[in-house]
Structures are given as structure tokens and as C-alpha cells.
């Protein structure tokens, strides 16, 4: 997969061939494709590698110890920079990220599900802290989500560049802004 991912990023994912892959991995094509049918196979596999690296990032943010708030914020953040990173690490995922589509959702549903669980937990603290007022906690860990997901094409193309600065705090603002709108906290009326 390194090979391939090298060469996807180099020549692209059209140009390279399963031939390009084992010549470069020091493989026979037969060992190729015993693992795998097509590029489109490696690709598949390239995708949930970087999808296993977001959720490692993510899972060690669930396990700090922080209040809801704080947590909330620390998620949202390294969600954000891990999809970034996974996507930028190779011109390949880039370009097969905002070009394929269907592809890409088909991971994000992966994702969706330990994303969407991942918030619940930590909502869920909130409840149970009483800093947060939530009626429908999957619908809002749903609805977070989608938000979440609607932000990474524009994050990824470097829209937030300008306030990503002075080690994200004009962003953790904002984003604790969002999440005071969203969720009913001592401070501020629910709309949900």
C-alpha cells in the first residue's frame, strides 16, 4: 500500500498500474494480486488506512480527561486536523477525495457510526454533569456530526486557514460559539 500510495501521489491513480505497484513494492504481480484484484481494491485500502489513523486520533482525544465543554472542543479539533492531515498526506487521497465521490461517503459511513458514538459519549457526560440539556441525544450527536462532515471539504481546501492561528484558539472559539448554539449549556437556550 506504501508503494502504491507513493505512486498514486506521484503519477496519479489513472497512470499507475497494478505492474507500476509491484515493480515499486518489490513484489511479483502474482503477490499482488493475491491481496488484491485491482487498484481500485489498494485504493479502497489506502482510504481506510487514513480513515484508521482519523479514528486513533480520535480515541485518544475520547480518553483525556476533560470537561464536556473542554472535550467537545479537543474533538472537534483533532477531528478536523486528522481529516486534514489523512487527506493532504498524499496528492492521490486528495484528489480522489473531492473527484470519487461515492467512494469516499462509502468510508465516511464507516466513520459515521464511531463518530456519531464518539459524541453521544461525550454529550452524555455533559447530560450527566448537567452542562448540557439534551432531549434527543442521537438526533443531536447526528446532527453534530453532519455539521462536522459539511465542514471538511472547506477545512481541507484551507477556507479556515486565516483563523487557524496561535495554536487554534481563534478556532476553539468559534467552534465553542457553535457548540453554545447548539446545545443548551447554564448559559443558553436549547434549540434542540
Do not use: W
Not at 92 to 100: G, H, I, M, T, Y
Amino acid at each position: 500500500m506504501d508503494a502504491a500510495r507513493k505512486l498514486f501521489g506521484q503519477i496519479g491513480m489513472k497512470n499507475t498500474t497494478m505492474n507500476d505497484i509491484a515493480v515499486a513494492s518489490k513484489k511479483g504481480r502474482r503477490t499482488l494480486y493475491t491481496y488484491f484484484k485491482n487498484k481500485n481494491e489498494i485504493l479502497d485500502a489506502v482510504v481506510a488506512e487514513e480513515l484508521n489513523y482519523v479514528v486513533s486520533s480520535l480515541e485518544q482525544t475520547m480518553v483525556l480527561d476533560l470537561e464536556p465543554l473542554e472535550k467537545f472542543n479537543a474533538y472537534i479539533i483533532t477531528r478536523m486536523n486528522a481529516v486534514r492531515t489523512a487527506v493532504q498526506r498524499n496528492g492521490s487521497l486528495q484528489a480522489e477525495f473531492f473527484r470519487d465521490v461515492i467512494r469516499v461517503e462509502l468510508a465516511r459511513r464507516k466513520f459515521e457510526k464511531i463518530e456519531v458514538n464518539h459524541l453521544k459519549i461525550i454529550l452524555q457526560d455533559g447530560i450527566d454533569k448537567g452542562v448540557f440539556e439534551i432531549q434527543k441525544l442521537q438526533q443531536t450527536a447526528i446532527f453534530i456530526h453532519f455539521i462536522l462532515q459539511g465542514l471538511d471539504v472547506p477545512y481541507i481546501r484551507g477556507a479556515f486557514d486565516d483563523i487557524v492561528k496561535d495554536d487554534n484558539k481563534e478556532l476553539k472559539e468559534r467552534i465553542y460559539r457553535m457548540i453554545k448554539g447548539l446545545l443548551k449549556t447554564k448559559s443558553t437556550q436549547s434549540c434542540i
